[in-house]
């Protein structure tokens, strides 16, 4: 391996390769290190060993490999994982990372573009562009960057024919118009050759720009974040004794020096820098992408996740908010359903509002839609449970970036890209009353809840909330029972029974008993509530102590054979569709506070363990 010694020195060039499958870019990858003479001895012999086990290119070098590294990549001729690769001419210094093109890992080519300067999207000669080559561009458009190389690889396949490339050119440049692209540098390349890679190709005498490397080496490169208003997301609070507390993180915009005066975004709370400390040590100034620790003069509430600032150019703050979103997973996004966003170093829930467009990736239009699935784009509003700073992203990538993590698995759900706060009406605030819930259940002498029945449809749900309620009324409780067909008819209306519908029956439903809860009622809800992601959204409107959940155990068997209003008739002849049990899961309970074995005791028998559970729980008073 050879390099120039000083590569550190030199101005680095963070860049991705993207694109659609087998568009060629590890190969790519592979022989831009092989010309750069980047591959160590070792990594050369062993090249040329897997290259006759796991090649694709016949006796030749499958420069492929070199970046391709998990087994299953090699099995399968693809990339899965992102690979970062460091490599140096006498000019610059580059760190590429290699970003899948299978449609099922776009989130990590989303992970690889987030921190580049620079794209190079890969087309197929023989291909042309394809839906994923489109989604890939909108995506780097969407992270901010602003140079793409439009590298139209396996020229040779098609005989280097200059017309083949200018109609490339032109279908992507007409796609382009409509993204924020600085400027586009088409080059046409064998990347298994070398052709237009390091030196001109002698095989198209027609292409006279540059090559691929020529152009890396003198393409303008700044990070411009430290040009912008000062950002610290508090990473951690560093308390090591009594005599010392530091707020720590990665400065994420504009500089800071000891004596400048900052702010807490959340509270407005300002105060000055007293010390600003880098790698143990004090230093006169700190600017975006230095780690540091700051002392302050004041001693003022900071925790994680709170955003220091600039004072005199202040973050927004709020808890609505308008967002392009990434959608990652195999389940898909459901308007109304809660899930916890990490943005900066703050963690906090968050809904969707409103999902307003999805983005046909061809077209780039925008189309109606109740959901998003796995690797949609979409633009959404969001309210979260607290107000938080951020900045658009379009300003300062790293306080406007979030991920969306499911509440269930902890998985990552999507990937987001602030656009602008919602700014609603100032004058909306909670209105302090004088007659609190303690004051409204004290005189009726009970305690407020909220009893969620859940189960299956013809489980028996309703019968037995009936029954409870009939109990509880002769013992002088007050309540209201919410039904699911009932508010059907009334409040809920509206929606159907498709995920989103269901999501969202359950979000008005969770709000109307909240507000039974306040009046100091006991409210029981008789609905299947299929997920248990709104079963828990609901829970979490309410104190602890104050829902309790009973399950109707049933088995579908017996739910069928009962099947009181004939729905499981006609889901299972496919006259009703999205029917829980037949063709929509229904997520059990795992910590129901009362389960209830339907079908091996009596409706009246169901009840009095219900009230023998609200018994316990100090709910209502024991006989």
């Not at 809904?351 to 949609?376: F, M, P, W």
């Amino acid at each position: 391996m050879s390099g120039d010694a000083n590569h550190f020195a030199l101005p680095t060039l963070r860049f991705l390769t993207c694109g659609s499958v087998d568009d060629g870019k590890s190969t790519l990858i592979g022989r831009l290190l092989y010309e750069q003479k980047s591959i160590f001895d070792d990594q050369m012999s062993a090249l040329e060993r897997d290259s006759k086990k796991h090649g694709t290119v016949g006796d030749d070098i499958d420069f492929a490999l070199l970046v391709d590294g998990l087994e299953a990549e090699r099995e399968q001729g693809i990339t899965i994982d992102v690979a970062y690769r460091y490599f140096s001419t006498k000019k610059r210094a580059f760190v590429v990372a290699d970003t899948p093109g299978h449609e099922q890992f776009t989130r990590n080519m989303a992970t690889g573009a987030s921190n580049a300067d620079l794209a190079i999207l890969l087309v197929d000669a023989r291909k042309g562009l394809l839906p994923q080559t489109r989604r890939h561009a909108f995506i780097v458009s969407l992270l901010g960057i602003r140079d793409v190389v439009l590298a139209v690889n396996k020229i040779d396949l098609v005989g280097h024919d200059p017309h083949v490339f200018s109609s490339i050119v032109k279908d992507f440049e007409t796609f382009a118009e409509r993204l924020n692209f600085r400027s586009v540098t088409p080059i046409p390349v064998s990347a298994r050759y070398g052709d237009n890679l390091s030196e001109p190709s002698q095989a198209m005498p027609w292409y006279t720009g540059p090559t691929l490397v020529g152009f890396l080496e003198t393409v303008e490169v700044r990070d411009r974040r430290a040009d912008g208003p000062f950002r610290l997301p508090v990473q951690w609070v560093n308390r090591p004794n009594l005599d010392f507390r530091g707020y720590a993180g990665t400065v994420a915009g504009g500089r800071v020096s000891p004596g400048d005066e900052v702010a807490v975004s959340a509270s407005g709370r300002t105060t000055r820098v007293l010390r600003v400390i880098a790698s143990g040590h004090d230093v006169e100034a700190a600017e975006a992408g230095d780690a540091v620790t700051l002392t302050l003069a004041d001693e003022i509430d900071i925790a994680r996740g709170d955003l220091l600032a600039d004072p005199k150019a202040r973050p927004p703050v709020a808890d609505q908010f308008a967002a392009h979103v990434i959608w990652m997973s195999e389940e898909r996004l459901l308007p109304g359903r809660s899930y916890l966003m990490k943005i900066a170093e703050k963690l906090v829930p968050v809904t969707v509002t409103d999902l307003k467009h999805r983005i046909d990736i061809n077209s780039l239009e925008h189309n109606a839609a109740k959901t998003l699935g796995l690797n949609e784009i979409g633009f959404c509003n969001f309210a979260t449970s607290a107000p938080i700073a951020f900045d658009p992203y379009g300003k300062n990538r790293d306080t406007g970036a979030f991920i969306l993590i499911d509440r269930a698995t902890n998985a990552t759900a999507a990937a987001g890209l602030v656009d602008f706060a919602l700014r609603r009406a100032t004058n909306i605030h909670l209105q302090d009353l004088a007659v609190t819930k303690a004051a409204r259940a004290a005189l009726k002498h009970q305690k407020p809840a909220i009893l969620w029945f859940t189960g299956l449809s013809g489980a028996g749900k309703s019968t037995v909330a009936n029954v409870v309620e009939t109990k509880l009324h002769a013992r002088g409780v007050h309540t209201v029972m919410l039904d699911g067909d009932n508010v059907r008819h009334g409040l809920n209306k509206d929606l159907g029974f498709t995920d989103a519908d269901r999501v969202e029956n359950i979000r008005r439903v969770g709000e109307v008993a909240k507000l039974m809860v306040e009046a100091g009622t006991v409210a029981l809800c008789s609905f299947i509530s299929p997920f248990a992601a709104e079963r828990r959204m609901v829970r979490e409107l309410v104190e602890p102590g104050e829902f309790v959940e009973v399950f109707v155990d049933a088995p579908i068997e017996s739910c069928i054979a009962r099947d009181p209003k004939g729905l499981y008739k006609r889901a299972l002849a496919g006259e009703i569709r999205n029917f829980t049990g037949i063709d929509q899961p229904y997520e059990r309970p795992e910590h129901a506070e009362v389960v209830l074995a339907a079908g091996e005791a009596t409706p009246e028998a169901l009840a009095d363990q219900v009230i023998a559970a609200l018994e316990e729980r100090g709910i209502i008073q024991r006989f």
